[in-house]
Every structure is written in structure tokens, then in C-alpha cells.
């Protein structure tokens, strides 16, 4: 298996074929989690705002989320914050997100083989799954900032994706620590910035909080996300 690292929005063109792990752990794919455990029946991943309002109006699904700037666009039913998406009723419900870093990349992909939205929450079930289809090829795409500028939790969460495609146990306690020690992390704390939840990082660090992986599918022009239940045999080492 190969594995190939990239990152922001050039990288997500870079990913010509494989099997494409997209990252965004602050905030988007952590927040498609959170959704997806609490029961949305799947989410839509459009890359602009007036994308997802539009597909609402038609029907195509109940709730927008997302942001522009961090902050919950006008007209969407709720922002980017996974904590805050905790008590959206969105059991049963079909929502569709557009953010400018994780939904940007993934709609900029160009492979049409399978395709995942990762974050650290769901790390190992990520693994598992396309280990599990024995790929000869997988990008890791990290999205960083506003898919332009490269960020630590994003590089490093590549950086442990690829030691367990190596059969390697990552220590995520340290993980968790240089993330903890980067310059990302300064916006959760700044009063003058609520749409940044104070609690998100809490979240977003909690490394395989969840069990399942998020699946990606191409589906009448767009791109589905549904979970991946993920059985528990042992993960086989990258050759």
C-alpha cells in the first residue's frame, strides 16, 4: 500500500486516483461525526453556501450547516461548532454542509474511487476501513486553513493516519498535546470569538471517540456522507 501525503486545496487536485482520505479536524469532518452519531441519516457536502441553501429549498435535505469565517452563514440552520451540532435535532434528518476548508477539498477531488472525510475522532475506524479494501494507493489530504494555509492538527492528523496504515501505535497523547501547544488552538480561547466554541477542541481531540468511519459517496452529482460501520480485525501493516 501506498500512502500519499498532500495537503490544502492543491493536494486535493493532486489525488488523480486510490482510495482519498480528506482531513479536517477543526472543524468540519469532526462535526459530520457528531452529526452522524447523533442519528442524521447523511450529509451533504457542497463547497458553497448558496449550494447548500439552494439544496435545501429544492428538498434535497432538512438542515444547512457550516460556515464562512468560522461563523454560522445567514440562513443555515446551524455553524460548525460540534459542540453546538450536539443539540441540533437532526435525528432521521438529512443535513447538508459547506465550510471552506473540509467540504471546499472534498468536492476538489478528482479520483472517482472511494472516498472518506476523516478526522481524529474517527482515526482508527478511518484505518480499518480502507485498509480493509487493500487499496494500492491512498491519499491523505490535510485541508488546513480555509484550504490555503497549513495547520497543525490537520498535518499531524495525517502524520497519525499514516503510522497506523504502518501498523504503528501513535502515542495520542502527544498528538493531542502538540496540537494542544499550536497556534490553532488561541481562537478557541478568544472571548471575542464565540463562534469558535470553547468546548470544540475538547471534542475535536478526543481521538477515536467514534467507531465508525465516514464514507464519502458520489451520488446524483453529490457527494453523500454516511457512516461505515467498521468490523475490529487487527490493522495490517502498509507494505
Request: proline content about 5%; glycine content about 10%.
Amino acid at each position: 500500500m501506498e500512502i500519499c501525503w498532500e495537503s490544502l486545496l492543491a493536494g486535493a487536485h493532486q489525488a488523480q486516483s486510490g482510495t482519498v482520505v480528506v482531513i479536517d479536524v477543526f472543524r468540519a469532518f469532526t462535526s459530520v461525526a457528531v452529526l452522524l452519531s447523533a442519528g442524521a441519516r447523511e450529509v451533504i457536502m457542497v463547497a458553497q453556501p448558496e449550494e447548500a441553501l439552494s439544496l435545501r429549498r429544492q428538498g434535497r435535505g432538512e438542515l444547512a450547516v457550516g460556515e464562512v469565517g468560522g461563523k454560522r452563514p445567514p440562513g443555515f440552520d446551524g455553524g460548525n461548532s460540534p459542540f453546538e451540532l450536539m443539540s441540533l435535532d437532526c435525528a432521521g434528518r438529512v443535513v447538508i454542509q459547506s465550510t471552506r476548508a473540509g467540504t471546499v477539498g472534498i468536492t476538489a477531488v478528482p479520483a472517482a474511487g472511494p472516498l472518506y472525510a476523516a478526522a481524529l475522532v474517527t482515526a482508527q475506524a478511518t484505518v480499518r476501513a480502507v485498509s480493509q479494501a487493500r487499496p494500492a494507493r491512498v491519499y491523505l489530504i490535510a485541508m488546513g486553513r480555509d484550504a490555503q494555509v497549513r495547520t497543525d492538527e490537520d498535518e499531524l492528523c495525517a502524520m497519525y493516519l499514516r503510522n497506523l496504515f504502518a501498523g504503528r501505535q501513535p502515542d495520542a497523547g502527544c498528538v493531542r498535546a502538540l496540537i494542544g501547544a499550536g497556534g490553532e488552538i488561541e481562537k478557541f480561547r478568544d472571548p471575542d470569538k464565540p463562534h469558535f466554541h470553547p468546548r470544540d477542541p475538547e471534542i475535536a481531540l478526543d481521538i477515536d471517540r467514534f467507531s465508525f468511519a465516514v464514507r464519502v459517496e458520489r451520488q446524483d452529482g453529490l457527494l453523500v456522507a454516511r457512516q461505515q460501520p467498521v468490523a475490529g480485525a487487527a490493522l495490517e501493516a502498509a507494505e
